[in-house]
């Protein structure tokens, strides 16, 4: 029996064995493995892929988030809204720094935040407050930033979303943990991810389109007070040695080992995202006159980099239990939604709330996705589904 794994990250590494080797030896022949010129070098290579002034490196992803919503002036009292189909990280990030998620519903075929229920939500539920700041009419709290998810690899529609929160007072965060490289298009070019808000968090958790060999993470922008705040965040807030001038300070830093290998990756994010666009282009052409299985949509003007390959399929539950009995990976990507989470509980919301979230969270399955996929395994996959599918 032919088996497709979910992700194959054996073979990335294979691919830059010796430039890896390279990295790591220095590491330990310099013993420099906390900031140092490797992190430098990387932060800098790394906001210039995005397009942005700015790039800090630091432990995750979910910290990547945190930083970027203190330096928005997010606190305690205060709400960002996001979304509840997300990796719990997305909200995480919101209350660990004292806020609370006003959730709304996605679009049902991109999977993102629905620009129109973020108007609905501030014109009907919100009212001007003191502060600058509208106020959720539910909570009583202001609100003081909008968090969308590039979700799957794909950009939210950020153009409305923008002006929406320009006419709100809003500071725009974008999650791009799941789209290293997707861009969106704005007055006639192509703004990668991550230059779109005011600031954005990466995640270089090994799975990710970019990723590290543990954890890491970088948060971009284009505002040097915003990036001088962050990097003394995430620094124990310190600004020079022992000297801390902020009481929120962490250690979130990334590792030189790791800035290292990132850099060494980062020169292979294009083809290794334009890889991954081929395979779905396969799968594209087996699945796509099926009326079963609905595909990923790629919207015009935004590129797609699939870090997930997501199809909705009329019996998730058979299918993702035949496929996985066959050796086909499979994932859920996210069997719960967020505002349905034990977790948030006390927030108060409940099922049928957000409709569109809960709906795709009930007939997703992602199918093996990474960039080397091959031809002969995607054609399994599908002549598997196919199968499964007919079974019922
Ligand atoms: C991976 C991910 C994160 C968090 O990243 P970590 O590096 O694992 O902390 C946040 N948001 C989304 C959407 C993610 O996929």
């Known amino acids: 029996m032919m088996r497709v794994p979910f992700v194959d990250l054996r073979a990335q590494h294979d691919e830059l064995q010796t430039e890896i080797d390279v990295v790591l ?3 330990i022949d310099e013993s420099s493995f906390i900031g140092g010129p490797s992190l430098g070098r990387f932060e800098e290579h790394f906001a210039a892929y995005c397009g942005t002034a700015h790039a800090a490196g630091c432990a995750s992803g979910t910290d990547a988030l945190k930083l970027a919503l203190m330096a928005a002036g997010v606190c305690p009292g205060t709400e960002v809204i996001t979304v509840p189909h997300t990796f719990i990280a ?3 990030a919101i209350t660990a720094v004292g806020a609370q998620p006003a959730f709304i519903d996605i679009e049902p075929t991109t999977y993102c935040m629905s620009a129109d229920r973020m108007a609905q939500f501030l014109e009907r539920d919100c009212r001007p407050g003191r502060d600058g ?7 009583g709290r202001p609100i003081v930033a909008v968090l969308p998810v590039h979700l799957y690899g794909l950009t939210a529609d950020m153009s409305p979303i923008l002006e929406i929160a320009d006419m709100y007072n809003l500071r725009v965060i974008e999650d791009a943990c799941q789209a290293h490289g997707a861009a969106y298009e704005m007055g006639g070019r192509m703004v990668r991810a991550g ?14 389109n970019l990723g590290a060999l543990g954890d890491g993470g970088a948060v971009v922008s284009s505002n040097q007070a915003w990036d001088q705040n962050m990097r003394m965040w995430l620094n124990h807030g310190q600004t020079e040695r022992y000297v801390h001038v902020s009481p929120d300070g962490w250690n979130g830093r990334l590792d030189a080992v790791q800035a290292g290998v990132l850099d060494v990756k980062l020169k292979k994010l294009d083809e290794w995202n334009e890889r991954r666009r081929r395979a779905v282009g396969w799968y594209r052409e087996r699945l796509g006159g099926d009326e079963r299985i609905v595909l990923p949509a790629e919207p015009d003007g935004r590129r797609h980099v699939y870090h997930l390959f997501v199809v909705r399929l009329p019996d998730r539950e058979h299918a993702r ?14 069997p719960i939604p967020l505002h349905l989470q034990v977790a948030y509980r006390d927030l108060g919301w409940k099922a049928g709330d957000l409709p569109e979230s809960e709906a ?9 996705m990474y960039p080397h996929l091959t031809e002969e395994q995607v054609d399994h996959v599908c002549s598997t589904l196919l199968g499964v599918l007919d079974e019922r």
Request: no cysteine; proline share 4%.
């Open 133 to 139: 700041h509208w106020v959720n009419g539910r909570t």
């Open 195 to 208: 230059a779109i808000g005011d600031a954005a968090a990466f995640s270089f958790y090994p799975g990710k």
């Open 360 to 368: 795709a969270a009930e007939s997703i399955l992602s199918l093996p």
């Open 90 to 92: 997305t909200v995480e």
């Open 25 to 27: 030896r220095q590491a």
């Open 321 to 334: 239990q035949r496929l996985a009995e066959q050796g086909v990976g499979v994932g859920l990507h996210y």
